[in-house]
């Protein structure tokens, strides 16, 4: 009889690993179980920019970043905040990412992270080809885009990052050449950096509708359910259910920013913070948009998205909890009209999502400490799009018993 495994988490990280783990599993007449509570891409998954952003390579955590904390207090609109009420809880995390902006952990971040990015862009073009999804990806690179030469000099760090991992881009140093690939923008811009290799999907709710839609003609089985309990046992994994229990011989924790509360009775305390971000979404019409934007010095991005115009991004780490401060949607919008003369802001839909992150910017592939059929696949903060299919692609090769294609060591539970 063939083995069975559980999915814990239905957004985009854990129908890709599903939908890889059946292809897999089937053939050797095994089964995957993909649980949620709340539906396929109920939760971050459906409301994010779309992109696949294999270029960004830096983490939040840079040299001289802990330096800005009292102004994220400040500034509760500012594209990284932290609610007073929320900053007592967050200090422990804090104290990781003040370490992790050391020079040592943040050259060693960007090099997992450009590593992993190669893998996860290679893993995305198999899983767009396995699915037959190329209607539903768009490849039109992103611009860069800052208003004074001076700004574009302080992203030199992040262009020579580029530089070192051999990311594709162009440099622009006219309005007249930003307006070559992007018109309608403000001539405030004076400087851009564009690179052709980011692409996004046209949605990211109807992409991972498509894979779990192949999931299920695949033979996969989801459950709409909580989980209540995980028991390691002698013969199998117990999941306590809201109804049925199962058993399973191997378990994948990808819930996202829940994550951690299913690993702590396991006896692994994950550092996972939520950054809240926010967006409206635009309808068709609201501009003629050609290539993803993103303005990063304001700390949000344009994305076209089912025809019409995301406008979103900005950090506000707030936990699970507090209830949303859709000013900030708000404000980033008022923003984007500025920048984007002839933006049409009406019938907008206002979102926010919960990006699950740890203090290094790295996720957590890897096993459990107390159980080597338990494995987590969380935490990838701004890319669970972009790094959905190789993450998925590394946990089949842990399921199934195979050495993974890449070093998993800067990707381990225990590394905190």
Same mark, same amino acid.
């Given at each position: 009889m063939g083995q069975t495994c559980v999915i814990v988490g239905a957004g985009v990280v854990g129908v890709s690993a599903a939908l890889a783990l059946q292809t897999e599993l089937? /053939?050797?007449? %095994?089964?995957?179980?993909?649980?949620?509570?709340?539906?396929? *891409?109920?939760?971050?998954?459906? /409301?994010?920019? %779309?992109?696949?952003?294999?270029?960004?390579?830096?983490?939040? *955590?840079?040299?001289?970043?802990v330096k800005q904390v009292p102004g994220w207090l400040l500034d509760p609109l500012g594209p990284l905040s932290i609610p007073p009420s929320y900053a007592a809880k967050l200090t422990p995390w804090l104290l990781r990412f003040w370490r992790a902006s050391w020079q040592d952990q943040y050259r060693a971040s960007i090099a997992a992270q450009a590593a992993f990015m190669v893998h996860c862009k290679a893993a995305t073009e198999r899983q767009i080809k396995d699915v037959a999804g190329e209607a539903m990806i768009l490849r039109q690179g992103a611009l860069h885009l800052y208003d004074t030469a001076a700004a574009f000099r302080a992203a030199k760090p992040s262009w020579d990052l580029r530089d070192e991992f051999g990311v594709d881009y162009t440099v622009l140093k006219s309005p007249e050449e930003i307006a070559e690939i992007q018109p309608g923008l403000s001539a405030e811009f004076t400087h851009a950096g564009f690179t052709p290799g980011w692409m996004s999907t046209t949605d990211p709710k109807a992409w991972v509708d498509h894979l779990f839609a192949a999931f299920l003609q695949r033979g996969g089985i989801f459950r709409q359910e909580e989980l209540l309990a995980v028991q390691p046992e002698d013969d199998g994994v117990l999941l306590t259910l809201t109804t049925a229990p199962v058993r399973a011989d191997h378990v994948v924790i990808a819930a996202g920013a829940w994550s951690h509360l299913m690993a702590k009775p396991l006896g692994d305390h994950l550092p996972l913070e939520t950054e809240r971000g926010y967006n409206t979404t635009l309808p068709p019409g609201a501009f003629d948009l050609r290539t993803s934007l993103n303005f990063g010095k304001h700390g949000f991005v344009v994305s076209p998205i089912k025809g019409g115009v995301r406008v979103g991004g900005a950090v506000e780490l707030g936990g699970?909890?507090?209830?949303?401060?859709?000013?900030?949607?708000?404000?980033l919008l008022t923003k984007a009209?500025?920048?984007?003369?002839?933006?049409?802001?009406?019938?907008?839909?206002?979102?926010?999502?919960?990006?699950?992150?740890?203090p290094d910017s790295l996720p957590v592939i890897g096993r459990a400490k107390g159980d080597r059929r338990i494995l987590y696949a969380c935490g990838h903060g701004h890319f669970g799009l972009t790094q959905s299919a190789g993450t998925a692609e590394l946990v089949a090769d842990l399921v199934i018993g195979r050495d993974p294609s890449m070093d998993l060591t800067s990707f381990r539970a225990d590394r905190f």
């Open positions: 089937a /053939g050797q007449g %095994g089964k995957v179980i993909l649980i949620d509570k709340s539906g396929v *891409a109920a939760e971050t998954s459906q /409301g994010n920019a %779309g992109a696949f952003a294999f270029t960004s390579v830096e983490p939040m *955590a840079h040299p001289g970043i699970l909890d507090l209830p949303p401060n859709y000013k900030r949607a708000d404000h009209a500025r920048f984007m003369p002839g933006l049409d802001v009406c019938n907008g839909t206002q979102w926010m999502g919960y990006r699950p992150s740890f």
